[in-house]
């Protein structure tokens, strides 16, 4: 059985999360340390034309941006190290520098138009004015697009879909530092918290086109 499924641009929204210099350009703070920052770096094409298509459609574009703070004192409180700890790269995205703000490519996009939503956890969920913003403006519907697949855009996915958001993934507008994780990431996301889908297929979407989306019981999928 199969239902055909479109967007209501008024209701939704592309949330496209921490497309920064630490992260995407290959001269930030992850490349830099030797970390491959290339899977992230290409996303940029493809996250440009993803919201591009919204602005044409009428469709809120929510740019989340990570910041860290050289001292932070909620890190010396862990007796098991954070993450932060265990890169060599050290905290990305320092507010206030060059690799927190958002790569060149993508900066004139994020305008007086968007809605910018700074974070400080993975989740753009956490501590920010995100639920709050998406009920103001009645908004069940979030396109997510940007870096690093199992982490941030993860865990912003699997947040929204807690709170009974619907939610489209754009695999080729996601990435992170190994292929691994980021397939790892786009299988769970696909089988429990929401669709991922093409570039192209987002882009038919977006622009008032139609997916078929074939509904199976339990007992049909395979996991």
């Known amino acids: 059985m199969s239902?055909?499924?479109?967007?209501i641009?008024?209701?939704?929204?592309?949330?496209i999360i921490d497309m920064q210099n630490s992260f995407v350009n290959l001269r930030?703070?992850?490349?830099r340390n030797g970390?491959?920052?290339?899977?992230?770096?290409?996303?940029?094409?493809?996250?440009?034309?993803?919201?591009e298509a919204c602005r044409e459609n009428s469709i809120q574009d929510i740019w989340?941006?990570?910041?860290?703070?050289?001292?932070?004192?909620?890190?010396?409180?862990?007796?098991?190290r954070p993450h932060t700890h265990r890169w060599k790269a050290g905290s990305p995205a320092i507010v206030g520098t060059w690799e927190s703000e958002i790569v060149d490519e993508l900066k004139p996009l994020a305008d007086s138009s968007s809605e910018i939503i700074i974070k400080h956890r993975f989740s753009a969920f956490i501590d920010t004015r995100l639920k709050t913003l998406l009920r103001m403006k009645g908004i069940n519907t979030l396109?997510?697009?940007?870096?690093?697949?199992a982490h941030c855009v993860e865990s912003t996915v699997r947040d929204?879909?807690?709170?009974?958001?619907?939610?489209?993934?754009?695999?080729?507008?996601?990435?992170?530092m190994s292929i691994e994780d980021h397939e790892s990431s786009i299988n769970i996301m696909k089988k429990v918290f929401g669709l991922t889908l093409k570039?192209?297929?987002?882009?038919?979407?977006i622009n008032g086109g139609l997916l078929s989306l074939e509904l199976k019981t339990e007992e049909e999928v395979k996991y």
Do not use: F
């Open 3 to 7: 239902k055909q499924y479109s967007l």
């Open 9 to 15: 641009p008024e209701e939704t929204a592309i949330v």
């Open 28 to 31: 930030g703070s992850i490349g």
């Open 35 to 51: 970390y491959d920052a290339s899977m992230m770096n290409g996303t940029i094409p493809y996250v440009k034309e993803l919201v």
């Open 64 to 80: 989340v941006t990570q910041n860290h703070y050289k001292e932070d004192v909620t890190r010396e409180t862990h007796r098991i």
């Open 143 to 149: 396109i997510v697009c940007g870096v690093g697949t």
């Open 160 to 176: 929204a879909y807690q709170l009974d958001y619907d939610v489209l993934v754009a695999e080729e507008g996601v990435a992170g």
């Open 199 to 205: 570039n192209n297929d987002m882009l038919n979407l």
